[in-house]
């Protein structure tokens, strides 16, 4: 085999890498749209509307030992929405607004909470006994 030969055997291997590169691109190409079309049809949209109830996702749980303490907190009311998924939420038992993400919402199927009904707190720990 001559060196005429050996150099355009060589460019052949060359072009067929070059063209399982390109063929490899275009299969990862095509699986990343496929995943990304099946993940989007699994989002769940959430829309709130005014006056809804919602249960508002503790962030800082992990803080706080327990595994069976509960993720949500609430309810609360929606008192404003503001675009990009912005909501305003109420307490019932408070006066003050808190904003807030709508991902960290979702909502409350419970019973309706008056806004004058005063909530009734239990401690699930001994109260301190002092003695005199």
Same mark, same amino acid.
């Given at each position: 085999?001559?060196?005429?030969?050996?150099?355009?055997? =060589?460019? !052949?291997?060359?072009? +067929? @890498? +070059?063209? !399982?590169?390109?063929?490899?691109?275009?299969?990862?190409?095509?699986?990343?749209?496929?995943?990304?079309?099946?993940?989007?049809?699994?989002?769940?949209?959430?829309?709130?509307?005014?006056?809804?109830?919602?249960?508002?996702?503790?962030? =800082? !749980?992990?803080?706080? *030992?327990?595994? @069976? =303490?509960?993720?949500?907190?609430?309810?609360? =009311?929606?008192?404003?929405? +503001? *675009?990009?998924?912005?909501?305003?939420?109420?307490?019932?038992?408070?006066?003050?607004?808190?904003?807030?993400?709508?991902?960290?919402?979702?909502?409350?199927?419970?019973?309706?909470?008056?806004?004058?009904?005063? !909530?009734?707190?239990?401690?699930?720990?001994?109260?301190?006994?002092?003695?005199?």
């Amino acid at each position: 085999m001559g060196i005429k030969d050996a150099g355009t055997e =060589r460019k !052949l291997q060359l072009q +067929e @890498l +070059e063209n !399982l590169r390109l063929e490899a691109y275009e299969n990862s190409k095509i699986y990343k749209e496929k995943m990304k079309a099946v993940h989007d049809q699994n989002i769940k949209k959430r829309e709130f509307q005014l006056e809804d109830f919602v249960l508002l996702y503790k962030s =800082r !749980l992990r803080l706080m *030992p327990g595994k @069976l =303490r509960s993720k949500w907190e609430g309810p609360y =009311r929606i008192e404003k929405a +503001e *675009p990009y998924g912005v909501y305003h939420l109420s307490h019932p038992s408070s006066s003050e607004l808190i904003k807030v993400n709508g991902h960290r919402l979702k909502l409350y199927y419970g019973e309706k909470v008056q806004k004058s009904k005063e !909530l009734e707190i239990f401690r699930l720990e001994d109260p301190h006994v002092t003695t005199d």
